[in-house]
Nanobody
Framework: QVQLVESGGGLVQAGGSLRLSCVAS????????MGWFRQAPGKERLFVAF????????YYADSVKGRFTISRDNAKKTVYLQMNSLKPEDTAVYYC?????????????????WGQGTQVTVSS
């Protein structure tokens, strides 16, 4: 079992920045690839960013490429999402997730464990 707890969400003006954190507990964190997803009210949960077990490979949704950066610290069992140049359309609940699958993992059904989410609201 892996437990994930996100933090760092909040209210920010358009053009601002936020840094989300997701701390894991339980089984070996470095055994899992990690991802960030987001879900706006009434919409499906969408992929945002992926990072592999070592942190050497990342992958982003086109909508956030160049603005968001995913990283991880295996010693701290933490994955981060640095979000810059935020837009109102980035408003959503952001979830981190852990996957035991190999390769780039972008589908929500490919993730085994999920956090409870943190709200990000970007005002115009």
């Amino acid at each position: 079992q892996v437990q994930l707890v996100e933090s760092g969400g909040g209210l920010v003006q358009a053009g601002g920045s936020l840094r989300l954190s997701c701390v894991a507990s339980g089984r070996t964190f470095s055994s899992y690839a990690m991802g960030w997803f987001r879900q706006a009210p009434g919409k499906e949960r969408l992929f945002v960013a992926f990072i592999n077990r070592s942190g050497g490979n990342t992958y982003y949704a086109d909508s956030v490429k160049g603005r968001f950066t995913i990283s991880r610290d295996n010693a701290k069992k933490t994955v981060y999402l640095q979000m810059n140049s935020l837009k109102p359309e980035d408003t959503a609940v952001y979830y981190c997730a852990a996957s035991s699958r190999a390769g780039v993992v972008a589908g929500p059904f490919e993730y085994d464990y999920w956090g409870q989410g943190t709200q990000v609201t970007v005002s115009s």
